[in-house]
């Protein structure tokens, strides 16, 4: 018999929960554990893990499950990891700079810490100490990453704004904009910006304007599947 109290820890458990006959079994198991001091935790350190369990199995679970989820790394942690993994003896040949570690910083943005150990040792390992090519490779493996979630694709464009026709007030200003998403702008007091809106009719160039907003400003381009986010209902 478990002793109470008793915390269980499942680690990477979330997948298992998308099949129907195990979501049965965690829900008896948590009939039996109601009023007792014994509690059972479901850990990932991976989001894509909870998309893998439709909606329609979460509400069935709702009565029972309690999702907390944790704040990825933020900007000082992401660095001191970086930090760390570049003072490594495999990343010797890879000449470090303080601008090197802040591209890395901003790069692994939205990773947990053993997905960014994974994809830096991996970028490493394959970089042959250049430092581009340890960027590249980097945001490969970032990509790579990302895509294991159905609901968002990741992708770095490769349109320019000598792609986009007109609009050379919008190219102006977001050339401008961008030094607001550099380091320096961090300390010198001034905060993330929140986003930028674009609407209008359909095929009026609001996608490639998105990609060549993604090039100027150096970051990734999101996008978010409803259909998969909800299981392909409605």
Same mark, same amino acid.
């Given at each position: ?31 039996t ?52 993994? !570049? ?6 040949s ?50 790579? !990453? ?66 060549v ?9 999101l996008?978010?599947?409803?259909a ?7």
């Amino acid at each position: 018999l478990v002793p109470e109290p008793t915390i269980s820890l499942v680690y990477d458990g979330l997948p298992w929960l998308a099949e129907r006959g195990t979501r049965r079994r965690a829900l008896d198991l948590a009939a039996t554990l109601t009023g007792r001091r014994r509690h059972v935790l479901f850990l990932s350190e991976f989001p894509s893990d909870l998309s893998t369990v439709r909606a329609g199995a979460l509400e069935e679970l709702a009565g029972s499950l309690r999702h907390l989820r944790f704040p990825l790394p933020d900007e000082a942690t992401r660095g001191v990891l970086i930090a760390e993994l !570049l003072g490594e003896p495999e990343a010797a040949s890879i000449p470090s700079s303080k601008a090197l570690g802040e591209r890395l910083t901003a790069l692994v943005a939205g990773l947990g810490r053993d997905e960014i150990r994974l994809a830096l040792r991996e970028a490493v390992l394959g970089a042959d100490g250049d430092v581009e090519r340890l960027v590249v490779r980097a945001r490969e493996r970032k990509v790579q !990453l990302v895509r294991s979630s159905r609901a968002l694709e990741l992708r770095y464009p490769q349109e320019g704004p000598q792609d986009l026709g007109g609009l050379d007030l919008l190219k102006t200003w977001l050339a401008h904009r961008k030094r607001a998403f550099l380091p320096e702008a961090r300390r010198f007091g001034l905060p993330q910006p929140r986003g930028l809106l674009l609407f209008g009719i359909q095929g009026c160039g609001k996608s490639l304007a998105a990609a060549v907003l993604s090039t100027i400003f150096e970051l990734p381009l999101l996008r978010l599947d409803f259909a998969s986010l909800f299981g392909g209902a409605g």
